[in-house]
Structure formats: structure tokens, C-alpha cells
């Protein structure tokens, strides 16, 4: 596979990098600084680009990721 690619921001850094999956190529992210890795398939990452502005503003809501509940 290839070298993991680095994305960045002011807020943010995650590493992305193809992995094989049982049924197929996954794509797992990292988020660098708290070392957490996610991987989705193909029908994952289609639904993401459904989501509309609204429930991306979601899932971008800090109080979700650090809170202490």
C-alpha cells in the first residue's frame, strides 16, 4: 500500500491510509493527537457525502469529542 497522507489544519490532524478489509479496501483515518483511528468501506464513505451541512456541523461539535460524560 502507499504511505499514510497527513491532512491539517489550525483545529485539526489526521492521517489517512487504504487498508485491506475483509471485503475489500478500507480507508482509516487517525486523528493524530488523540491517537484514535476509524475505517470505513466504500458504503460508509458514500453516505457521508449525504449528510447534509446541518448534521456535518454535528459531528464537527467539540462538546461530542470532549466532554466528560
Not at 34 to 40: E, L, M, N, P, R
Request: net charge negative; charged share 30%.
Amino acid at each position: 500500500m502507499m504511505d499514510p497522507v497527513t491532512i491539517r489544519s489550525e483545529f485539526a490532524m489526521v492521517e489517512l491510509r487504504f487498508v485491506s478489509g475483509a471485503s475489500g479496501l478500507l480507508l482509516e483515518i487517525t486523528d493524530v493527537a488523540g491517537g484514535v483511528s476509524a475505517t470505513f468501506d466504500a458504503l460508509e464513505l458514500e453516505g457521508l457525502c449525504w449528510l447534509t451541512e446541518e448534521q456535518r456541523r454535528t459531528l464537527l461539535d467539540p462538546e461530542l469529542r470532549w466532554s466528560d460524560d
